[in-house]
């Protein structure tokens, strides 16, 4: 079956990076597209970005664009997304999602997700 | 970037009575849209894709329908656990992928 295994809860102060990892098993890795989602206390969803495990092509949302990094590991069927220069209104659930199909953007596995707290 | 506006923010029901949420769209999106429901402390689930397929799993109770910059998701008869938020999310263009704010379906 299809799991998503993401790290675990982080504490961080402004200013600082955190990386969180997202851990695929259950199909082939290569062949669907992670995305990045998150989610404030209380609040509604955001899409961050994108990655194609097959060949590490990213796109983000454009207000992350120069914080956000997405990499991933094919020998451990692992994606990551680090951000940097954390701001309070980065605290947020941090989910990872795979889609359902090659062509479809839509997300039908999903992570436990990763709090992430930035606190001084 | 594509504005999906969800309405009502919130639902008052009770158990089997039929629920009927809406997303709109700030311009045509096809039918590219998906519905999904989240429960407290839970990653979201998806129910509906391409505005009217069920996803895997998914009780024949939920539907959607829609197409163009109008859509909603039916719930026939509420179940104890269908009580929970609801999102809807586009695909049409992007980036950036967008989701709505969200109905809250709570128990009358």
């Known amino acids: 079956q299809v799991q998503l295994v993401q790290s675990g809860a982080e504490v961080k102060k402004p200013g600082a990076s955190v990386k969180i990892s997202c851990e695929a098993s259950g199909y082939t890795f290569t062949k669907y597209f992670i995305h990045w989602v998150r989610q404030g206390p209380g609040q509604g969803l955001e899409w961050v970005g994108i990655i194609d495990p097959s060949d590490g092509t990213r796109n983000f949302a454009q207000k992350f664009q120069g914080r956000v990094t997405m990499t991933r590991d094919t020998s451990a069927s692992t994606v990551y997304m680090e951000l940097s220069g954390l701001r309070f209104e980065d605290t947020a659930v941090y989910y990872c999602a795979r889609v359902i199909g090659p062509t479809a953007d839509f997300f039908e596995y999903w992570g436990p997700g990763t709090p992430v707290t930035v606190s001084s | ?108």
């Open chain 2, 1 to 108: 970037e594509i504005v999906l506006t969800q309405s009502p923010a919130t639902l008052s029901l009770s158990p089997g009575e039929r629920a009927t949420l809406s997303c709109r769209a700030s311009q045509s999106i096809n039918s590219y849209l998906a519905w999904y429901q989240q429960k407290p402390g839970q990653p979201p689930r998806l129910l509906i894709y391409d505005a009217s397929n069920r996803a895997s799993g998914i009780p024949d109770r939920f539907s959607g329908s829609g197409s163009g910059t109008d859509f909603t998701l039916t719930i026939s008869s509420l179940e104890p656990e269908d009580f929970a938020v609801y999102y809807c999310q586009q695909r049409s263009n992007w980036p950036p992928l967008t989701f709505g704010g969200g109905t809250k379906v709570e128990i009358k």
